[in-house]
T-cell receptor, first 116, second 114 residues
Framework: DGGITQSPKYLFRKEGQNVTLSCEQNLNHDAMYWYRQDPGQGLRLIYYSQIVNDFQKGDIAEGYSVSREKKESFPLTVTSAQKNPTAFYLC???????????????FGPGTRLTVL | GESVGLHLPTLSVQEGDNSIINCAYSNSASDYFIWYKQESGKGPQFIIDIRSNMDKRQGQRVTVLLNKTVKHLSLQIAATQPGDSAVYFCAENIHPGGSYIPTFGRGTSLIVHP
């Protein structure tokens, strides 16, 4: 059963703590993405990775970090430097980022992070 | 309708009616567009896509229209059902440095009344 998973579904953290959100895919996709979604807003790109051991900043990378040590995994760390981290975080993957017509993204179920 | 940069609009329809959700995109160089459906508390799901060399594409109960002259995209849902209630996003694919990275609008909330 192929897909993309995120864990946990709900996450609470105290102010000043770092927290890591998990994202795993078994679709054999090269590209993976992290988005942030705030209420009533669209998706804003945090980071994306086109291939293992490579990643690029998106529009709102400040206060976040990622790694891509394995093709199937793209964890996101929300650091204490992120000023307003409470949001819904979505991970996605696609075959790659360069093939026209094949850039459909498959999204995970999301992680709702709340900073207490 | 939806436009990148504006507040989340809402469209209310009666079950059985046709729905039209609009999207204005910003980049004239965008050549690939996707509509996604997002149900409450879930990740977006692909509905239909269209390339810039097309004006219209049809799926099951859905049709996407593209007007490149005015940079406008629409999603038509025929015989709208309660299960269609969700937020709908259009995404335009732009390509910084050769990579195709989707840019999402803020979405339109569709509410279907039984």
């Amino acid at each position: 059963d192929g897909g993309i998973t995120q864990s946990p579904k709900y996450l609470f953290r105290k102010e000043g703590q770092n927290v890591t959100l998990s994202c795993e895919q078994n679709l054999n996709h090269d590209a993976m993405y992290w988005y942030r979604q705030d209420p009533g807003q669209g998706l804003r790109l945090i980071y994306y990775s086109q291939i293992v051991n490579d990643f690029q900043k998106g529009d709102i990378a400040e206060g976040y970090s990622v790694s891509r040590e394995k093709k199937e995994s793209f964890p996101l760390t929300v650091t204490s430097a992120q000023k307003n981290p409470t949001a819904f975080y979505l991970c996605a993957s696609s075959i790659d980022t360069t093939s026209r017509g094949y850039n459909e993204q498959f999204f995970g179920p999301g992680t709702r992070l709340t900073v207490l | 309708g939806e436009s990148v940069g504006l507040h989340l609009p809402t469209l209310s329809v009666q079950e059985g009616d046709n729905s039209i959700i609009n999207c204005a995109y910003s980049n004239s160089a965008s050549d690939y567009f996707i509509w996604y459906k997002q149900e409450s508390g879930k990740g977006p799901q692909f509905i239909i896509d269209i390339r810039s060399n097309m004006d219209k594409r049809q799926g099951q109960r859905v049709t996407v229209l593209l007007n490149k002259t005015v940079k406008h995209l629409s999603l038509q849902i025929a015989a709208t059902q309660p299960g269609d209630s969700a937020v709908y996003f259009c995404a335009e694919n732009i390509h910084p440095g050769g990579s195709y990275i989707p840019t999402f609008g803020r979405g339109t909330s569709l509410i279907v009344h039984p």
